[in-house]
Protein backbone atom coordinates (compact mmCIF):
# COMPACT_ATOMS: atom_id res chain seq x y z
CA UNK A 1 0.00 0.00 0.00
CA UNK A 2 1.68 3.74 -0.83
CA UNK A 3 1.76 5.68 1.45
CA UNK A 4 2.88 9.27 1.75
CA UNK A 5 4.68 8.54 4.61
CA UNK A 6 7.35 6.28 2.31
CA UNK A 7 10.30 8.31 1.82
CA UNK A 8 10.95 7.75 -1.62
CA UNK A 9 14.64 8.72 -1.60
CA UNK A 10 14.84 5.09 -0.50
CA UNK A 11 14.36 3.77 -3.83
CA UNK A 12 16.07 4.48 -7.37
CA UNK A 13 13.33 3.71 -9.41
CA UNK A 14 9.57 3.59 -8.37
CA UNK A 15 7.42 1.52 -10.81
CA UNK A 16 3.97 2.68 -10.71
CA UNK A 17 1.35 -0.22 -11.94
CA UNK A 18 -1.97 0.74 -10.08
CA UNK A 19 -3.88 3.07 -12.15
CA UNK A 20 -4.21 6.26 -13.12
CA UNK A 21 -6.03 7.65 -9.81
CA UNK A 22 -2.52 6.51 -7.85
CA UNK A 23 -0.40 7.44 -10.52
CA UNK A 24 -2.26 10.71 -10.17
CA UNK A 25 -1.81 10.89 -6.78
CA UNK A 26 1.57 9.97 -5.67
CA UNK A 27 3.51 9.64 -8.90
CA UNK A 28 4.69 13.19 -8.96
CA UNK A 29 5.43 13.03 -5.39
CA UNK A 30 7.89 9.87 -5.79
CA UNK A 31 9.53 12.20 -8.63
CA UNK A 32 11.25 14.44 -6.78
CA UNK A 33 12.98 11.83 -4.85
CA UNK A 34 13.79 9.16 -7.57
CA UNK A 35 12.76 7.78 -11.18
CA UNK A 36 8.82 7.20 -12.02
CA UNK A 37 7.95 4.40 -14.22
CA UNK A 38 4.29 4.88 -14.63
CA UNK A 39 2.31 2.02 -16.34
CA UNK A 40 -1.11 3.99 -16.65
CA UNK A 41 -2.42 6.37 -18.85
CA UNK A 42 -2.11 9.64 -16.53
CA UNK A 43 1.31 11.07 -18.11
CA UNK A 44 0.92 9.10 -21.02
CA UNK A 45 0.08 12.56 -22.95
CA UNK A 46 2.24 14.98 -21.02
CA UNK A 47 4.49 17.29 -23.10
CA UNK A 48 6.78 16.92 -20.28
CA UNK A 49 6.58 13.20 -20.03
CA UNK A 50 8.53 11.08 -22.68
CA UNK A 51 6.48 8.09 -23.75
CA UNK A 52 8.98 5.19 -24.05
CA UNK A 53 9.02 1.57 -26.06
CA UNK A 54 12.31 0.86 -25.82
CA UNK A 55 13.14 -0.73 -29.27
CA UNK A 56 11.85 2.87 -31.17
CA UNK A 57 12.66 6.06 -28.89
CA UNK A 58 14.73 5.31 -26.40
CA UNK A 59 16.57 8.74 -27.59
CA UNK A 60 13.18 10.55 -25.86
CA UNK A 61 14.63 9.42 -22.59
CA UNK A 62 17.34 12.41 -22.95
CA UNK A 63 14.67 15.21 -22.27
CA UNK A 64 12.98 13.67 -19.01
CA UNK A 65 11.82 16.79 -17.18
CA UNK A 66 9.45 15.53 -14.42
CA UNK A 67 11.63 12.16 -13.74
CA UNK A 68 8.49 10.61 -15.07
CA UNK A 69 8.35 8.07 -17.87
CA UNK A 70 5.09 6.69 -18.93
CA UNK A 71 4.51 3.99 -20.77
CA UNK A 72 1.69 3.32 -23.80
CA UNK A 73 -0.90 1.16 -23.79
CA UNK A 74 -0.99 -2.45 -24.82
CA UNK A 75 -1.64 -2.53 -27.84
CA UNK A 76 -0.15 0.94 -29.36
CA UNK A 77 3.06 -0.56 -27.85
CA UNK A 78 2.76 -3.78 -30.06
CA UNK A 79 2.22 -1.71 -33.30
CA UNK A 80 4.71 0.94 -32.99
CA UNK A 81 7.72 -1.77 -32.97
CA UNK A 82 6.28 -3.25 -36.05
CA UNK A 83 5.80 0.23 -37.44
CA UNK A 84 9.08 1.37 -36.06
CA UNK A 85 11.66 -0.04 -39.27
CA UNK A 86 8.81 0.16 -41.76
CA UNK A 87 8.85 3.86 -41.10
CA UNK A 88 12.57 3.91 -41.04
CA UNK A 89 12.79 2.65 -44.39
CA UNK A 90 9.27 4.22 -45.97
CA UNK A 91 8.00 6.51 -44.03
CA UNK A 92 4.49 5.63 -43.48
CA UNK A 93 1.90 8.31 -44.50
CA UNK A 94 -1.67 6.68 -43.07
CA UNK A 95 -2.40 3.23 -40.93
CA UNK A 96 -5.90 1.62 -40.19
CA UNK A 97 -5.85 -1.15 -37.59
CA UNK A 98 -8.26 -3.31 -35.98
CA UNK A 99 -7.21 -5.01 -32.85
CA UNK A 100 -8.37 -8.18 -31.50
CA UNK A 101 -7.35 -8.09 -27.94
CA UNK A 102 -7.81 -10.39 -25.11
CA UNK A 103 -9.19 -10.27 -22.06
CA UNK A 104 -6.18 -9.97 -19.71
CA UNK A 105 -6.15 -6.39 -21.15
CA UNK A 106 -9.18 -5.71 -18.54
CA UNK A 107 -7.29 -7.34 -15.57
CA UNK A 108 -7.73 -10.38 -13.55
CA UNK A 109 -11.37 -10.27 -13.03
CA UNK A 110 -12.59 -10.42 -16.60
CA UNK A 111 -9.74 -13.03 -17.35
CA UNK A 112 -12.22 -14.97 -14.42
CA UNK A 113 -15.26 -14.08 -15.38
CA UNK A 114 -14.18 -15.08 -19.32
CA UNK A 115 -14.07 -18.35 -18.23
CA UNK A 116 -16.89 -18.31 -15.53
CA UNK A 117 -19.12 -17.22 -18.54
CA UNK A 118 -17.97 -19.82 -20.83
CA UNK A 119 -19.00 -22.63 -18.23
CA UNK A 120 -22.21 -21.28 -18.03
CA UNK A 121 -23.25 -20.82 -21.69
CA UNK A 122 -21.76 -24.60 -22.26
CA UNK A 123 -23.97 -25.78 -19.01
CA UNK A 124 -26.84 -23.32 -21.28
CA UNK A 125 -27.45 -21.14 -17.86
CA UNK A 126 -28.38 -17.57 -18.05
CA UNK A 127 -24.90 -15.29 -18.28
CA UNK A 128 -24.64 -12.04 -16.48
CA UNK A 129 -21.91 -9.62 -17.24
CA UNK A 130 -20.31 -7.68 -14.37
CA UNK A 131 -16.83 -7.03 -16.13
CA UNK A 132 -18.38 -6.44 -19.56
CA UNK A 133 -21.25 -4.41 -21.79
CA UNK A 134 -21.95 -7.82 -23.02
CA UNK A 135 -21.41 -11.38 -23.06
CA UNK A 136 -18.25 -11.97 -23.73
CA UNK A 137 -18.30 -15.97 -24.19
CA UNK A 138 -18.36 -17.21 -27.51
CA UNK A 139 -19.05 -13.23 -28.56
CA UNK A 140 -16.93 -10.33 -30.03
CA UNK A 141 -17.21 -7.05 -28.18
CA UNK A 142 -16.79 -3.92 -30.01
CA UNK A 143 -16.31 -1.63 -27.64
CA UNK A 144 -13.03 -1.12 -25.37
CA UNK A 145 -13.57 1.51 -22.75
CA UNK A 146 -15.77 4.39 -22.91
CA UNK A 147 -17.37 6.15 -25.74
CA UNK A 148 -16.12 9.56 -27.03
CA UNK A 149 -18.67 12.57 -28.55
CA UNK A 150 -16.84 11.34 -31.94
CA UNK A 151 -17.85 8.04 -31.72
CA UNK A 152 -14.47 6.50 -30.79
CA UNK A 153 -13.62 4.52 -27.66
CA UNK A 154 -10.97 5.58 -25.20
CA UNK A 155 -8.98 2.72 -26.42
CA UNK A 156 -9.52 3.51 -29.99
CA UNK A 157 -7.55 7.38 -29.17
CA UNK A 158 -5.17 6.36 -27.46
CA UNK A 159 -3.94 4.03 -29.78
CA UNK A 160 -4.04 7.20 -32.35
CA UNK A 161 -2.50 9.55 -29.91
CA UNK A 162 0.32 7.73 -28.71
CA UNK A 163 1.61 6.33 -31.64
CA UNK A 164 1.36 10.05 -33.27
CA UNK A 165 3.52 11.06 -29.65
CA UNK A 166 6.20 7.80 -30.05
CA UNK A 167 6.79 7.69 -33.60
CA UNK A 168 6.02 10.42 -35.88
CA UNK A 169 2.82 12.78 -35.45
CA UNK A 170 2.72 13.37 -39.22
CA UNK A 171 1.02 10.09 -39.38
CA UNK A 172 -2.66 9.27 -39.89
CA UNK A 173 -3.78 6.62 -37.93
CA UNK A 174 -7.66 5.23 -37.56
CA UNK A 175 -8.02 2.52 -35.27
CA UNK A 176 -11.12 0.29 -34.14
CA UNK A 177 -10.98 -2.20 -31.03
CA UNK A 178 -12.42 -5.49 -30.32
CA UNK A 179 -12.49 -7.23 -27.48
CA UNK A 180 -12.68 -11.17 -28.11
CA UNK A 181 -13.03 -14.37 -25.73
CA UNK A 182 -8.92 -14.78 -25.15
CA UNK A 183 -7.54 -15.08 -22.23
CA UNK A 184 -4.21 -13.59 -23.40
CA UNK A 185 -2.07 -11.93 -25.77
CA UNK A 186 -3.85 -9.33 -28.45
CA UNK A 187 -4.00 -9.38 -32.24
CA UNK A 188 -4.41 -6.72 -34.79
CA UNK A 189 -4.80 -6.30 -38.67
CA UNK A 190 -2.99 -3.32 -39.62
CA UNK A 191 -3.24 -1.78 -43.23
CA UNK A 192 -0.26 0.63 -43.93
CA UNK A 193 0.15 3.19 -46.72
CA UNK A 194 3.94 4.43 -47.70
CA UNK A 195 5.50 7.63 -48.70
CA UNK A 196 7.97 5.56 -50.54
CA UNK A 197 8.66 2.68 -52.79
CA UNK A 198 8.45 -0.07 -51.26
CA UNK A 199 8.35 -4.57 -51.98
CA UNK A 200 7.50 -6.96 -49.46
CA UNK A 201 10.76 -8.45 -49.53
CA UNK A 202 12.22 -5.79 -47.75
CA UNK A 203 9.18 -5.53 -45.80
CA UNK A 204 9.87 -8.78 -44.27
CA UNK A 205 13.12 -8.09 -43.95
CA UNK A 206 13.25 -5.00 -41.90
CA UNK A 207 10.90 -6.68 -39.69
CA UNK A 208 12.77 -9.67 -39.27
CA UNK A 209 15.95 -7.72 -38.36
CA UNK A 210 14.19 -5.66 -35.96
CA UNK A 211 14.67 -6.28 -32.39
CA UNK A 212 11.54 -7.17 -30.80
CA UNK A 213 9.62 -8.46 -33.85
CA UNK A 214 9.27 -12.51 -35.02
CA UNK A 215 8.46 -12.66 -39.00
CA UNK A 216 6.53 -16.11 -39.23
CA UNK A 217 4.63 -15.97 -42.49
CA UNK A 218 5.52 -18.89 -44.86
CA UNK A 219 2.37 -18.48 -47.03
CA UNK A 220 1.58 -22.20 -45.74
CA UNK A 221 -1.42 -23.83 -44.17
CA UNK A 222 -0.83 -23.45 -40.13
CA UNK A 223 2.81 -21.09 -40.98
CA UNK A 224 1.57 -18.16 -38.77
CA UNK A 225 1.31 -16.95 -35.81
CA UNK A 226 -1.15 -17.04 -33.12
CA UNK A 227 -2.01 -15.77 -29.86
CA UNK A 228 -1.57 -19.13 -28.21
CA UNK A 229 1.91 -19.36 -30.45
CA UNK A 230 2.60 -15.68 -28.58
CA UNK A 231 1.81 -16.54 -25.03
CA UNK A 232 4.47 -15.79 -22.56
CA UNK A 233 6.63 -14.24 -25.36
CA UNK A 234 8.10 -11.25 -25.61
CA UNK A 235 8.06 -10.45 -29.36
CA UNK A 236 5.92 -8.71 -31.60
CA UNK A 237 4.67 -11.82 -34.07
CA UNK A 238 4.05 -10.85 -37.48
CA UNK A 239 2.10 -12.36 -39.93
CA UNK A 240 -0.09 -12.00 -43.21
CA UNK A 241 2.17 -9.88 -45.07
CA UNK A 242 0.88 -8.70 -48.75
CA UNK A 243 0.61 -6.22 -50.48
CA UNK A 244 -2.88 -4.00 -50.87
CA UNK A 245 -4.35 -4.41 -54.49
CA UNK A 246 -6.87 -1.47 -53.96
CA UNK A 247 -4.07 1.25 -53.46
CA UNK A 248 -2.24 2.36 -56.54
Sequence with gaps: MFSLSFDFSRVKICFFAAGGKISEKFAEKAAKNCLVIDN????????????????????????????????????????????????????IKR????????????????????????????????VKSKNFTKQIAFNAIPQIDIFSDDGYTKEELKMTNETKKILDDKIDLTA??????ISVSHSESVNIQFEKSFSIEKVKEALDNFEGCKVIDEREDGHYSTPVEAEGKDETFISRIREDKTIK
Excluded: W
Excluded at 63 to 90: E, R, Y
Excluded at 105 to 124: R, S
Excluded at 176 to 181: A, H, I, S, Y
Design 176 to 181: TCVRLP
Design 40 to 91: SSHFRMDPDVPLIVPQVNSEDLKTIKKNIVANPNCSTAQLVIALKPLHDLFS
Design 95 to 126: IVVSTYQSVSGGGKAPMDELIEQTKLVLDGKK
